[in-house]
Every structure is written in structure tokens, then in C-alpha cells.
């Protein structure tokens, strides 16, 4: 069966950095955009970065564009999401998820368009 699994969270001081991985399996990875979520206690799950097939192209949500890099490894079936300059309100549970192919472009911000998801990772950042 399908599985993605995150990684790398933790406690960070503000402005410091994490890099999340999220390694799927039981499925073709390179048919596969990969998105990142994020939810935080109380709050919806919200959008965070986006990256298409072949990694050429990607998406953030603007609260995080210069700080975020997402990116990913096809050959390790592996998606990555750079965090630098944490911040305090980036605290949250993150969670890696697929995303047909062709629904990258109009669908890579809507969660409901997703396959499937990951267990997520809790990301907590100290003032």
C-alpha cells in the first residue's frame, strides 16, 4: 500500500532552521506532484509548498516564500521541505502529500484534491 512517511521535526529556536523529508512508497513517485500542509492546534489545514513532477517547478504560500524551499529527490522517492528563519507561528504538524500529476496546476493549493497523505511531523518553533 501507499505510504509517506515525514520526518525531521523537532523544537527549533526562532530563526533557526529544520528541513522535513517525507520518503514514499507503493507508488510511482515521478507520476506524483508532492505537496506540504500544515495544521496547526485549532486551525485548519493549511497550504505550504508544492512541487511538480520533475521538481522544475513549485509553489509556496506567501507567509513563507524566502524563508521555504521545497524540492525533491525522484531517484530516492523523497520530497524535502527546507525551513529557514522559523518563526514562532510556523508551529504546527506538518504533513507531506501526493498529487496527481495533472492536477498540479489547479489543484496543488486545495487539500481535497490530494491522494494520499503522510502521518505528519510536529515542528515546534521557541520564541
Known amino acids: 500500500q501507499v505510504q509517506l512517511v515525514e520526518s525531521g521535526g523537532g523544537l527549533v529556536q526562532a530563526g533557526g532552521s529544520m528541513m522535513l523529508s517525507c520518503a514514499a512508497s507503493g507508488l510511482t513517485f515521478s507520476s506524483y506532484a508532492m505537496g506540504w500542509f500544515r495544521q496547526a492546534s485549532g486551525n485548519e489545514r493549511e497550504f505550504v509548498a508544492a512541487i511538480n513532477v520533475n521538481g522544475g517547478t513549485s509553489t509556496l504560500t506567501d507567509s513563507v516564500k524566502g524563508r521555504f524551499t521545497i524540492s525533491r529527490a525522484n531517484a530516492k522517492n523523497t520530497v524535502y521541505l527546507q525551513m529557514n528563519s522559523l518563526e514562532p507561528e510556523d508551529t504546527a504538524v506538518y504533513y507531506c502529500?501526493?498529487?496527481?500529476?495533472?492536477?498540479?496546476?489547479?489543484?496543488?493549493?486545495?487539500?481535497?484534491?490530494?491522494?494520499?497523505w503522510g502521518q505528519g511531523t510536529q515542528v515546534t518553533v521557541s520564541s
Open positions: 502529500a501526493a498529487l496527481p500529476r495533472l492536477k498540479y496546476y489547479t489543484g496543488s493549493q486545495n487539500y481535497h484534491e490530494y491522494d494520499y
